[in-house]
């Protein structure tokens, strides 16, 4: 530290000098190598020697700094002795680069989160693609709830395929639409199945009264006067017919089919205080099959 006290004494001040004697001191010399400046005859010398002057006022403002970090430091990292050094490049990284190491973690996290999605879209399509064809789906569509409330669609379509041992498979989906929305919960499980409603083009729908006195109206059903005077006939009753007037029919027609006497619908793992009404959607691909499904339940009566 010899450079420190030479500049000290190029300030004509002791070592122990405080901050504001130098400040004040090299002020002092300031203004006073600007008036020698004024008078002497020689500029270059008299600029020479404040350079001088304000390299050891800098030295000292270093030295001053280099005290104060240390002073910190030791308080911060002394608790950590020898690996005070490492513990204080540590923070010092974190202080400078956390929010870059987090950035970085955060782009990992979702690199990993997008190929695991791809890994399993590709995996599920695999499966699906591994299925037979679907020879009907179908839409649970009011206030219905599966026996253990876990939504398990593999349950309620091998519950069908029970009954229909021919077929190879069943796609089903269950919307719960509350009739009386009495909490936030309700309104958007009503909301959802307006949206459902709207996307989803299932083959037939399994509908009770309230769902079906909604749906009925806005055209989304089939009319089923054909099938009920053809294939129906000698399985269905008048009391089983259900009728509706449409937007773009004024006329009564058959929509619906209640199948709620059916011994079968016991079987359906599907809870529901209501009754089954069953609908074949407007531009089923699979109406033939639609019309079968309802048969089998009418005859097993």
């Known amino acids: 530290m010899e450079d420190v006290k030479q500049a000290y004494a190029k300030l004509g001040l002791p070592e122990n000098a405080s901050k504001e004697e130098v400040e004040k001191r090299y002020t002092?010399?300031?203004?006073?190598?600007?008036?020698?400046?004024?008078?002497?005859?020689?500029?270059?010398?008299?600029?020479?020697?404040?350079?001088?002057?304000?390299?050891?006022?800098?030295?000292?403002?270093?030295?001053?700094?280099?005290k104060f970090k240390q002073a910190f430091n030791e308080?911060?990292?002394?608790?950590?002795?020898?690996?005070?050094?490492?513990?204080?490049?540590?923070?010092?990284?974190?202080?400078?680069?956390?929010?870059?190491?987090?950035?970085?973690?955060?782009?990992?996290?979702?690199?990993?989160?997008?190929?695991?999605?791809?890994?399993?879209?590709?995996?599920e399509q695999r499966y699906l693609a591994s299925l037979p064809p679907v020879d009907l789906s179908v839409m649970y569509f009011g206030e219905y709830f599966t026996e253990d409330n876990k939504q398990d669609m593999a349950v309620l379509e091998q519950s069908l395929l029970d009954k229909f041992p021919e077929w190879k498979r069943f796609k089903v989906n269950l919307t719960y639409v509350p009739l009386d929305a009495k909490d936030a919960v309700d309104m958007a499980s009503q909301q959802k199945a307006m949206v459902v409603l709207a996307t989803e083009k299932p083959d037939i729908y399994i509908l009770d009264t309230a769902s079906f006195d909604w749906i009925s109206p806005q055209g989304v059903l089939q009319n089923l006067d054909d099938a009920v005077s053809g294939e129906?006939?000698?399985?269905?009753?008048?009391?089983?017919?259900?009728?509706?007037?449409?937007?773009?029919?004024?006329?009564?027609?058959?929509?619906?089919?209640?199948?709620?006497?059916?011994?079968?619908?016991?079987?359906?793992?599907?809870?529901?205080?209501?009754?089954?009404?069953?609908?074949?959607?407007?531009?089923?691909?699979?109406?033939?099959?639609?019309?079968?499904?309802?048969?089998?339940?009418l005859q097993a009566k």
Not at 43 to 62: D, G, H, M, W
Not at 94 to 115: E, N, S
Not at 239 to 265: Q, R
Not at 274 to 286: A, D, L, P, Q, T
């Open 28 to 66: 002092l010399l300031l203004r006073q190598s600007r008036s020698r400046a004024q008078t002497a005859d020689n500029e270059e010398t008299t600029a020479n020697e404040f350079s001088q002057v304000t390299a050891a006022y800098k030295r000292i403002l270093e030295a001053e700094d280099q």
């Open 75 to 123: 308080k911060e990292y002394g608790k950590f002795k020898n690996m005070a050094s490492a513990a204080e490049k540590t923070d010092h990284f974190w202080r400078y680069y956390k929010y870059h190491v987090f950035g970085g973690i955060v782009a990992i996290a979702l690199i990993i989160y997008g190929v695991i999605a791809y890994m399993d879209h590709r995996e």
């Open 232 to 297: 129906l006939k000698s399985s269905v009753t008048e009391s089983e017919l259900v009728k509706k007037t449409t937007k773009d029919e004024p006329d009564e027609h058959v929509y619906g089919i209640d199948i709620s006497s059916s011994p079968l619908v016991k079987n359906l793992s599907v809870l529901t205080p209501k009754n089954y009404i069953v609908g074949v959607r407007v531009n089923s691909e699979n109406t033939d099959k639609a019309i079968q499904f309802i048969d089998k339940f």
